[in-house]
C-alpha cells in the first residue's frame, strides 16, 4: 500500500491533533484515503478533518475504533496507533504517571487490536501503524515511564507482526528521535540535549511510513542512524550502556 494504492482506504489516525498524526493524516488524504481523525478534544481535529475532507470522531484513543467504522462506511483498513504521552520522569515518578503512560502508549494499542483484528482476520488484510519511538528501541535519558512503555509499543507491534503476518495483517512502528511537535518540548532539557539536535519534521516520519509501507518494512526509521544504534546496542549492551551514561552525565552537569 503506497501513495498511489491508498485510494479509498478507509484510515484511522489517533492523536491527530497535530504533530505526526497531523501530518499522517493529511499524508493518507492526499493519496485518496478516506480518513478518520481522533483526539481526546474535538477543536484539535475539527479544523483539520474539514481541511482533508476527512471525519473527526472524538474521544479515548483506546474506544474509538466501531465509531471509526461506522464513519468510514463500515470498513477500516489502516490503522494508525498514534495517540501517546511523552511522560518524563525517574524511578520515582508518581504511579499515576506509570499508569497513565502504559494505559496510553501500549494499553490503547492491545485494545485497538482486539476490536479490529476480528474483521481484518476474516477478510485477510489489515494494516496496523504503531507510533513508538527511537526510545522503544534505545532508550531515553530522563524519561523512564516513556521509555519503558515505548518499548511496551514497539514489543507489541512485532507480536501483531509475528503472529498475523501469514493471515495478511501488515504492521509497521515508526521510531523517530527527535521530531518538531508539541512531545519534543515537552521532553525539557533532556529532549534539547539528545533529540533537538537531529530533529525533523512531522512530514518526513509521515514520508518514511509510506517508503516503510512500500518495501513491506516493518521497522520505520524516519532516523536512519538509529538502525546503526541499534545494531550497536545489541552487539555489546556494556559499551553501549556505558556510552549512554556519559550522556546522563553531560545532562546532570547542564541541570547543575
Known amino acids: ?41 474535538p477543536a484539535r481535529i475539527e479544523p483539520l478533518a474539514k481541511e482533508i475532507g476527512g471525519f473527526a470522531v472524538a474521544g479515548d484513543a483506546s474506544g474509538i475504533v466501531d ?56 477478510r485477510g488484510s489489515g494494516r496496523f501503524v504503531t507510533t ?31 503472529t498475523y503476518r501469514h493471515r495478511g495483517i501488515k504492521v509497521h512502528a515508526i521510531c523517530p528521535q527527535g521530531v518538531r511537535t508539541d512531545m519534543l518540548t515537552a521532553a525539557g532539557s533532556a529532549g534539547e540535549l539528545v533529540l533537538a539536535p537531529g530533529a525533523v519534521e512531522p512530514e518526513a516520519v509521515a514520508d518514511a511510513l509510506f517508503e516503510a509501507m512500500d518495501a513491506d518494512r516493518f521497522l520505520v526509521l524516519p532516523h536512519p542512524e538509529v538502525g546503526r544504534y541499534y545494531q550497536a546496542r545489541a552487539a555489546d549492551p556494556d559499551r553501549w550502556m556505558g556510552g549512554m551514561n556519559r550522556l546522563q552525565q553531560r545532562w546532570e552537569a547542564s541541570e547543575a
Not at 503506497?2 to 499524508?27: D, F, K, N, S
Not at 508518581?94 to 490503547?108: P, R
Not at 530522563?142 to 514497539?154: L, R
Request: with cysteine; charged share 15%; net charge negative.
Open 132 to 162: 513508538a519511538s527511537a526510545a522503544g528501541l534505545l532508550t531515553m535519558i530522563g524519561a523512564a515511564p516513556y521509555s519503558v512503555t515505548k518499548h511496551g509499543a514497539v514489543a507489541f507491534a512485532e507480536w501483531l507482526s509475528l
Open 67 to 122: 465509531a471509526a467504522r461506522e464513519a468510514l462506511d463500515g470498513t477500516v483498513d489502516v490503522y494508525c496507533a498514534n495517540a501517546g504521552l511523552a511522560s518524563p520522569g525517574d524511578v520515582f515518578a508518581d504511579e499515576e504517571v506509570w499508569a497513565a503512560a502504559w494505559d496510553v502508549n501500549v494499553m490503547a494499542h492491545v485494545r485497538a487490536a482486539r476490536a479490529l483484528l476480528p474483521d481484518w482476520l476474516e
Open 1 to 41: 500500500m503506497t501513495m498511489g494504492t491508498v485510494q479509498g482506504a478507509g484510515v484511522v489516525v489517533t492523536g491527530a491533533g497535530g504533530g505526526i498524526g497531523a501530518a499522517l493524516a493529511r499524508r493518507f488524504a492526499a493519496g485518496g484515503a478516506r480518513v478518520v481523525v481522533n483526539d481526546l478534544d
